[in-house]
C-alpha cells in the first residue's frame, strides 16, 4: 500500500511507520463524493487510482471547479486550518483513495523530519497550485490558458512516471472550462487550433502532444 499512498522518497522505516498510520482504503464511484464542504476534518487522502475534481457551489447553486487531483496526489489539506473541509471532493472516473487519519499523521511527523518535510512540500504544491489558477483567470489569454493546463498535466503525469507527451484527459472538456474560466464553445476551439498548427492529436479524451516546445510557446 505505501508505493502508492505516499512517494518513495522517504527513508524505508519512515515508510515502514507511515505504513501503519494507513487506516483503510476506500472506493469511490465516478459522481459520488469523498468529502463534502463543511464536513469535519479528519484524515487527509491519498489517490490510489483514479481522479477528482474539487469544487465551490455558488450561493445560486452553480458550480466552481477549483482544482483537479490525480492518482498519487494528495486531497483533504485543504481542512488542515478551519478543521472543516472548504470544497466537496468529486470523483470523475471511479476511484480509490487511501485514508490517513490526520492525528495520526501529525504525531507521526512529529517524530520523523523527513515525513514532515514530505507533508509541508505537498501543502506548499497545494498553495502554487492555487496561485497558478488565480495567474490563469486573471492574466492569460483562452489560448493560454488550455496551453499552460495541458503542460501542468503532462507535468504531472511524467512526474508519476508517465508519459509526458501522450495521456488520458479525465475531466470533461466542460470541466475544464469551468475550472479555466470559460465556456465550452471556447475550450472546443482552442483544441481545434491546436490541432490544425500540429501542436497535438486528440482521439476522444485520449491526448497526444506532438510538440510541447511550441505549445510551451503558446
Known sequence: MRSVCMPNTLAAKDLARFDTIVSATRVVMRGEALYRSSDEFQSVYAVRSGSFKTVVMHRDGR??????????????????????HSSDAIAIEDSSVCIIPYALLEALC???KSLQHQVLRTMSGEIVRESSLMMLLGTMSAE???????????TRMQARGYSAAEFNLRMTREEMGNYLGMKLETVSRMFSKFQRDGLLETHGKQIRIVDLEALARV
Open 144 to 154: 493560454q490558458r488550455v496551453a499552460t493546463f495541458l503542460l501542468n498535466l503532462s
Open 63 to 84: 458550480e466552481q471547479v477549483t482544482g483537479f487531483h490525480l492518482a498519487g496526489e494528495v486531497l483533504g489539506l485543504d481542512a488542515v486550518c478551519a478543521e472543516r
Open 110 to 112: 512529529a517524530e520523523s
